[in-house]
């Protein structure tokens, strides 16, 4: 009988959480071990073999193309979805030749980040559960959600906003995001007041969730 077994390597817990969730909605019987490190990994890869290996490629204990070469040490034959927010650093990298590989950037947006896991998954032999455009008819928090953010709880973001959502969703903190924007640290918290207020929600955890789960943000008409 194939594994379901998901290994999630990745030490951000906001990316290790949306990518658990998205795993759990399409592969409802995975069952996904995360680990943060890839000591931690190849700990848990001694105890069972996963279908599949999503890992980010910058870890508290190894990036780049050793991350790749570890893992294909551990096990040659593991297929192996491979993620990154550093687009440069992603395409610097050579893929596991031995095994189905993937690389997908974390700036990718919804519909892709999708599509991709689902590629995936399928080959990897893990049973998925997808139905077209059932993401746009979950309910959350609450709202029911069909397509863009705003067509039907009037969530409205502007560019600035959607920009600085882009960069939280990434992982960075404030002043690095400060820094990609060429603005201040002050300044983004401003930001960040007014999303949670739009997007009602209370922290950065239910903000990037809520994030991952819309397809897209409708652009606000404000400058």
Known sequence: MPSNQILVIEDHPLFATGIKDLVEFVATNADILCAA???HAKELCTRSTPALI????RLPDMEGQD???TLARINPNLPMLIMSGDDQL???VSPNQQAPSWTLSKSEGFEQTSAVL???LT???VQVQWRPNALSNRQTNGEHITGRMGQNNGIQLTHKQQQV????ASGLSNKEIARKLDLSPETIKTHLR????RMNVKNRTQAVSLYRKIPRLNTSAMA
């Open 123 to 125: 080959r990897a032999g």
């Open 67 to 69: 991350v790749i070469d």
């Open 37 to 39: 490190s890839i000591s």
């Open 90 to 92: 992603l395409n610097s």
């Open 165 to 168: 959502m882009h960069f939280l």
């Open 54 to 57: 999503i890992t980010d490629l």
């Open 194 to 197: 007014e999303i949670f207020t």
């Open 118 to 120: 689902l590629e995936a």
